[in-house]
């Protein structure tokens, strides 16, 4: 039977990535992801996220959706459009699916995210 998950339980070892060279604008930013539950065979993904400053291109598929709250530090999403939205400590967001444009860390950030991805 599956146990409840506390956050202020220990994180597990993060996994460390960064963006593709051809999505990245400028040097590649460092992302370590804390995945602390997952489900439906990954569709579902929640946890916590952190990145050094850095810009890259995002495009969310018809299926992704993924809902935010900042922890630390500052983020900004830019759509197709040039209209941008900055989150800092304590807000919160949501990335729709389909939604396609930039995601720039202004200063390091830490994120607390939970991921529906379906196909």
């Known amino acids: 039977m599956p146990s409840v998950i506390h956050f202020s339980d220990p994180a597990p070892d993060p996994v460390e990535d960064r963006p593709a060279l051809s999505r990245a604008i400028g040097t590649p930013p460092l992302r370590l992801t804390s995945e602390r539950y997952s489900a439906e065979d990954g569709a579902l993904s929640v946890g916590d996220w952190e990145c050094e400053p850095g810009a890259w291109r995002i495009a969310f598929h018809p299926g992704r959706h993924e809902f935010f709250q900042v ?49």
């Open 71 to 119: 922890l630390s530090g500052r983020l900004r999403i830019i759509d197709t459009a040039d209209n941008a939205r900055e989150f800092g400590p304590g807000d919160a967001g949501v990335i729709p699916a389909g939604f396609i444009g930039t995601f720039e860390v202004i200063e390091r950030v830490r994120k607390r995210y939970v991921m529906l991805d379906r196909a």
